[in-house]
């Protein structure tokens, strides 16, 4: 979106020329300042709202916007814009600000007659009365009414907004016809997202003049793709459908529409089975049919760069993708393939991104070296049956994850010649031999866990580390917690757990500022872990886990004082549970239930990390509040000082 206007806090400097340089206003290039008008309707609406109720469960980016509003001697409008010339304000974003209560029909807002952008997107009104007003606000070029709790039928006051271009109904629970929308003869962009629309996707919907993005998904849509054979010409770029339930024998419909460039089918719940077959789709560039029980597939679409085919039941590997010569992207996870990974699938010449993981591939066909053809730089071939070595890479791979198979071996030295930062997953394999010092000089990210990895781990770490996350646990590592470690300012999560580690506590890991996660669990720790010459603090810790080692000595009240941001800020009465043997469960939450790593393209989120951690292992001190997405927790476990 164009943003002419530009904020008044940055102009209020100007105000007190305003009287001024009034006398000047033909003989000077005219100086932005905002309408004492708007000032007076924008502080009307303020007080409309004496409540402003965050509900950060729903909405992590609530903030009290209008709160900010005050006088006309404090200009820091937050979420308005006024135009440069005018001094009107045109864009309104209260996304998220906390309004609750109700929006009246005679609301300070719809004064607002030159708005041209308006945002009231995640805020909970009591009632919808309003809905007729925006009518009057005929400038509306971009609205934004999504996850705002709408029920009932698209409000027919949107009819008038004839300047419409972009427009988001998502996340509410809507229903009924579309045709207060087929008349926006500029509409561009639709999102009508996560409501109740059922029945067919009409075409007087499709073929709007100028729309070219119309998200869809997750609605209780029916019928075939034939409903979707329009008469004129569609100008849609981009249409999303997943999480309905279309159905169809063949795409060809929508091949009618002439610059479709991305189309996502996926997850259509259907009891029949679907089978897509599509004939020239010239200038299709992304096809998601993911979640389809797809039977039939021949795809031809010279110019596809991504193909998503998860969860389509397909036991044989599709051959129409050797003949996608700009195939860039393919995801072909949670199928049913088998046997060798085909040769030709490397030599393909603009493949970049591939995952084949949840199937039950054994074997690669052709050489060792055979994937060293591609340049690939994303690899996943986790959850697959693969044997014998890890096949040597290509070294533009900068993603590589080859989890819960049977590779076995040592870990390959090629790994180290990575032309970029790497992100490397072998865990649950059962790989041997110590691990190579040299891979770390790019590495971002390792998991080993359940391998059977033996000797020390390397002390080489230098300043220069990328280092964010570290998992060796379960293994037969032995030695010391290589000192070196502290040079890896960036580490967030460390996993040592479950080895042969002899070492004291690390009080020196106190030098990393962003760690988060530290377990030593199960290993040869010794000693105490409290020391007067080495008083610790963690800014940043979430999670620590000493558990089974054989630590020794007495902690003082006062030792998780300079911890943690979180621990510090819990109230009083909850402190005196801290460094006492009562164990509490860690409070169950959804995002605890969820496995890791949850998403590949998440690994250097530290949530998943430190939550994964959690599921039926960690029992330990729970402390502070729990929010769903959000949480200020700190566990820590010492069972057995
Ligand atoms: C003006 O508003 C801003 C934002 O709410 C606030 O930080 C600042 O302290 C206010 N200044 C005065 C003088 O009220
Ligand atoms: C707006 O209407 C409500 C009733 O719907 C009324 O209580 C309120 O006083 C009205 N406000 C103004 C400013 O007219
Ligand atoms: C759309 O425009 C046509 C012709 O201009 C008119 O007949 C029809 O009533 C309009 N539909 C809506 C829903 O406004
Ligand atoms: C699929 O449809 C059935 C009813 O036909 C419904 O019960 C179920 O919740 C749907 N599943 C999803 C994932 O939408
Ligand atoms: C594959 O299935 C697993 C297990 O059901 C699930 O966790 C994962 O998200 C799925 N991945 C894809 C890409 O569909
Ligand atoms: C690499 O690909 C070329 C064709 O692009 C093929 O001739 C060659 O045999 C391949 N090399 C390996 C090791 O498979
Ligand atoms: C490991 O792979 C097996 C077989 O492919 C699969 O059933 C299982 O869900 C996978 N485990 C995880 C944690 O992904
Ligand atoms: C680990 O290696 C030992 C021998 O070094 C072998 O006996 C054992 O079976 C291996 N375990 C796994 C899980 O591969
Ligand atoms: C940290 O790295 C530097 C080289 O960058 C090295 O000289 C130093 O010994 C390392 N620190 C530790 C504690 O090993
Ligand atoms: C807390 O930090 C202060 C200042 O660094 C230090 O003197 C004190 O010993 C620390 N307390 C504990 C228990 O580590």
Redesign the pocket.
Known sequence: MAKPCFPVSTISSFLCCLFVSSFFVNSLVSLPFPHPDQIEILLAFKNEFPILKCDIRKWSDSRQKTKSWTSKVNKSFDGVWFDSETGLVTELDLSGACLSGSLSANSSLFRLHHLRYLDLSYNYFDSFSFLPELAKLTNLEILDLSHMGLAGEIPSSVSSLNRLRDLDLSGNELIGSFSPLINLSRLSYLSLSNNHFSGNVPCSLLTIPSLSILYMSQNHLIGTLETMNCYSRSMLESLYLSNNRLSSGSLEPLSKFFYLKDLDLSFQNTTDPVNFVSLGFKSLESLDLSGNAISRLNIRSPNLKELALNECSINEFPTFIKNLPKLKTLRIANNSLKGEVPKWLWSMPSLIQLSL????LDSFEGSPKVVLNSSLYWLDL????FRGSLPIVSPTLNYMFA???SFSGDIPLSLCNQNNKLVLDLS?NHFSGSIPGCLFTSLVYLNLRNNNLTGNLPNIFDKISYLITLDVSHNQITGKLPRSLTNCTNLEFVNVGSNRIADSFPFWLKDLPNLQVIVLQSNMFHGPIYSPQHPLSFPQLRIMDISGNKFTGSLPHDYFINWSKLLISIPQEKREYVGYDSIDKVPSTPEAQE?WPQKQEQVLNWKAAAMGYGPGVLFGLAIGQVFYSYKPVLFFKLFRL
């Open positions: 993981s949840h199937n039950s986790s959850s697959n049956a989890s819960n198979n649950q496995p």
